[in-house]
């Protein structure tokens, strides 16, 4: 039986004796001693599409706008390091600027990877925090980036598990907040920081992570909580190795610890549960569309029930949507038009363009579409609902929705989906992956060379040298 535990009363400061790293100290332990001989072939195998699809995203943000501020203001005075930013031969930096400015691309359009029960997007932090610290030694190995990888996907999953509902509710971004569990296990796994190094790692990261949601209402700075997310991963692994010290029970604290200060209540046991035998790699999903996650049910369900009856956008009077309360507060709240992440944010607008478009990608988010009175005038139609019997199904169902569409002509429609497309129950195939992958990075380095970085990623753990990789993403 799963015990939820409620953070204490933040008045009683006392702590009677040292609180015991129980799970803190396990995870590390995992973290430190993981191998590639250890990991099931169908979890490397989704690792790597993680690496692929998080290496597209990435890419393609490297076409928009945030990259050209990313750059203006990062690198004057910073370019005689030894980490790449991804998709420029020219710019060289530190490990902790090029995790900012690679996870921050990686989480630039939506795209990126989503574990829909932890609430985490763990690919970008993990993979920008472990490639520039992997940069610093010329002897890693395609096997040793992969091993980290999956460090990092089964760390900031587990923490997810335990407390990514109500930190959501809560206000926290959870990518930002738990994301720096994430490049902390990639990067110290990278390190090959020993058990206790990696056990400070995640104490230093844990103290260091923030976010705030509200950044979802038009601030371009909710793209970067994935980007600092990677940096104080890769601070936190460097500093480590040094010897600093992080909290040592990061995640058992009872007051000023990592779960007691983030979330209302938290299940304390997902931290460590079966590490080594339950591998949540395999949970984490693929995006089919360029919004939030938490969109995607309705967006699917409301595309496949068009292609099923035959009715246009113009057709639809209105669409009641009902959905968990955590989906109708993080994406249920009326749209104004801003900037391009608050369309992408908003379950009206994402799902009116997929009516419209009959499509929901990178081409749907164009600045010009952010106010077409098209758009606006079907996504005021939109009624959006939390609904208790979703609520209490638990955390497994807080993507399940219920759509009834009614027509002009008095028809209506109605349809269910359990989870999204894309997500562990409904995933996506290795190809559509890769069809994702080389769409978007086609678009920024050219067919030729995202072919061959597909074939280079999918053959990463025969690399005895990562020099090939850092060429492919440079263009050196």
Not at 212 to 237: C, E, P, T
Not at 428 to 440: C, G, H, N, Q, R
Not at 444 to 469: C, F, K, M, S, Y
Request: hydrophobic share 45%; net charge negative; charged share 20%.
């Amino acid at each position: 039986m799963t015990v939820q535990q409620m953070a204490p009363d933040r008045t009683d400061k006392q702590r009677a004796e040292p609180t015991a790293p129980v799970h803190t100290q396990a995870l590390a332990e995992f973290i430190s001693g993981l191998s590639l001989d250890a990991i099931p072939a169908e979890v490397q195998a989704q690792a790597k599409l993680d690496i692929l699809d998080t290496l597209g995203c990435a890419l393609f943000g490297r076409g928009l706008p945030i990259a050209g501020t990313l750059e203006a203001a990062f690198r004057p005075g910073d370019q005689n390091g030894v980490a790449s930013v991804w998709g420029d031969a020219s710019w060289r930096t530190s490990p902790a600027t090029a995790a900012f400015v690679n996870g921050t691309l990686v989480h630039s359009f939506e795209l990126d990877d989503l574990h829909h029960v932890a609430i985490l997007h763990p690919g970008g932090p993990t993979l920008a925090a472990a490639c520039a610290v992997a940069e610093l030694d010329a002897r890693r190995t395609g096997a040793d980036l992969l091993v980290a990888h999956v460090a990092g996907l089964e760390s900031s999953s587990r923490i997810g598990l335990a407390a990514g509902v109500p930190l959501l509710l809560r206000g926290w971004h959870n990518n930002g907040v738990l994301g720096v569990i994430a490049g902390a296990a990639g990067a110290a796994r990278v390190l090959g920081l020993t058990p206790v190094q990696a056990q400070n790692a995640l104490g230093i990261a844990g103290s260091l992570a923030c976010g705030l949601m509200a950044a979802q209402y038009g601030a371009m700075v909710k793209r970067a909580h994935a980007g600092n997310a990677a940096q104080v991963g890769v601070r936190a692994g460097l500093l480590a190795q040094q010897d600093f010290t992080g909290i040592a029970a990061v995640f058992e604290e009872p007051y000023g610890g990592f779960y007691s200060t983030f979330a209302d209540e938290y299940v304390m046991a997902e931290t460590s549960k079966d590490l080594g035998t339950r591998w949540e790699t395999l949970n984490v999903g693929f995006k089919p569309f360029s919004s939030c996650g938490s969109t995607h049910s309705t967006v699917g369900l409301v595309l496949d029930l068009q292609r099923e009856h035959g009715f246009g956008a113009d057709d639809v009077a209105m669409v009641r949507v009902d959905a968990s309360t955590a989906t109708a507060e993080h994406v249920g709240w009326r749209y104004v038009p801003d900037q391009t992440i608050t369309a992408q944010m908003n379950l009206s607008f994402a799902s009116s363009v997929a009516l419209i478009d009959r499509e929901c990608f990178v081409d749907q988010f164009a600045d010009d579409r952010l106010t077409d009175p098209r758009i606006l005038a079907l996504a005021e139609r939109f009624e959006i609902h939390g609904d208790a019997a979703i609520d209490a199904k638990g955390r497994d169902a807080r993507h399940e929705v219920r759509v009834r569409i009614t027509l002009h002509d008095g028809r209506e429609i109605a349809g269910h989906a359990d989870a999204a497309r894309g997500s562990a129950r409904h995933p996506l195939s290795a190809a559509e992956v890769s069809d994702k992958f080389t769409d978007l990075a086609s678009r920024r380095i050219g067919a030729a060379r995202a072919a061959e970085l597909l074939d280079t990623v999918d053959a990463l753990e025969q690399l005895d040298d990562l020099a090939p990789l850092w060429r492919l993403l440079t263009g050196e």
